[in-house]
């Protein structure tokens, strides 16, 4: 699952989720890299200097963010640190839900910046929104025209993501109408898939699986590979 920036790739994982699927929120992967301790997080205070660490050591995102937002040459440092190591945790989870012939989704906002659409997805599922629409919840939640155009600035435009998708979701409207999208695409890609793969939707998963929990799921998966 990815998009265009507030245009609601979050609330479909969480439609998702609800519907029964494994969803992995990447956002939370990269929490969990720039923690205190982390090589990412000592990777990023070497090259952006100690001030990019908040007092318990993680790196602080409100001070990282303006920094690499304004600066590509910053912002193509920032993702050699971060995208390969998130990259590496999303194939763990996916060969494990594969294994355990699950149904699952991966939000991931940057898949095709980061080049993460090359690993051998079923469906890429891209979240769209109108630009009227998106700058309006970017205003919502404290962000300006300048500080969105820049943060677009290093996204690739929407227009590309939804030419490269399997699946598109407009979420120009109210939240049920998005909640109705959701299950119909949903409907249309489970059955495409059940019929290739034969995997599965547990509807007693109403909910993302936790950082932890997909790790244990990974660890299990390998303890049986090698038992």
Not at 199 to 225: F, G, H, Y
């Amino acid at each position: 699952v990815t998009g265009g920036l507030a245009c609601g790739k979050s609330t479909v994982g969480r439609l998702l989720a609800g519907e029964g699927l494994e969803v992995l929120d990447t956002d939370e992967v990269a929490h969990d890299l720039l923690r205190s301790g982390t090589p990412q997080t000592a990777a990023i205070a070497a090259a952006f200097g100690p001030e990019m660490l908040a007092a318990d050591g993680s790196v602080d995102r409100k001070v990282l963010a303006p920094r690499v937002f304004s600066d590509p040459a910053a912002l193509a440092r920032l993702n050699a640190i971060v995208h390969p190591a998130v990259r590496e945790r999303v194939g763990e989870w996916t060969r494990s839900v594969r294994a355990r012939n699950r149904a699952g989704a991966v939000q991931i906002p940057l898949l095709f910046e980061a080049g993460i659409d090359t690993l051998g997805w079923d469906a890429i599922l891209v979240v769209a929104a109108k630009p009227d629409i998106v700058r309006s919840r970017l205003r919502l939640r404290g962000i300006e025209d300048e500080e969105a155009l820049r943060r677009l600035a290093a996204q690739w435009p929407l227009e590309e993501k939804v030419r490269r998708a399997t699946h598109v979701i407009w979420n120009n409207g109210s939240p049920g109408e998005l909640a109705d999208n959701v299950r119909t695409t949903l409907g249309v890609m489970m059955n495409k898939e059940t019929k290739t793969h034969g995997c599965r939707i547990d509807p007693q998963t109403p909910r993302p699986l936790s950082t932890r929990e997909w790790n244990e799921a990974v660890l299990s998966t390998k303890r049986r590979t090698s038992s």
